[in-house]
């Protein structure tokens, strides 16, 4: 697969460090963004073959940049998991029916994280 990258946004430095350093152990290239905006931004101009984004981040939540790059023509073939504290089976529904490849509840195994992720690309 010519493109590996992963895009992950959270604006949780810690919830971060766990992500980025659970999927670079099984050799994923990562790129970061710290919000909605700036996770638009990577993933427009970088074309990561995945996103994993965090649900509430300011500026742009995380179901709003799922929207955007669902619709956009240029993004809308990148798979989205979704990242989150939201644990409610509406956050999940909602988050799925927006176009939400999967949807992992923090706190979360690196295990399963990596199994998600490996089956989505």
Do not use: C, H
Request: charged share 30%.
């Amino acid at each position: 697969m010519e493109n590996e990258t992963i895009l992950v946004a959270d604006d949780s430095p810690t919830e971060m460090r766990i992500v980025v350093s659970a999927l670079e152990s099984k050799g994923f290239r990562v790129v970061t963004a710290v919000d909605g905006e700036e996770a638009i931004q990577k993933a427009t101009s970088l074309r990561p073959r995945l996103a994993i984004l965090d649900i509430v981040m300011p500026k742009m939540n995380g179901f709003q940049v799922l929207r955007k790059l669902k619709s956009a023509g240029d993004t809308k073939d990148i798979k989205i998991l979704l990242l989150s504290s939201k644990s409610s089976e509406s956050d999940r529904f909602w988050g799925m029916k927006q176009g939400a490849d999967d949807y992992i509840t923090k706190p979360f195994e690196s295990d399963a994280l990596a199994a998600a992720v490996t089956r989505l690309l």
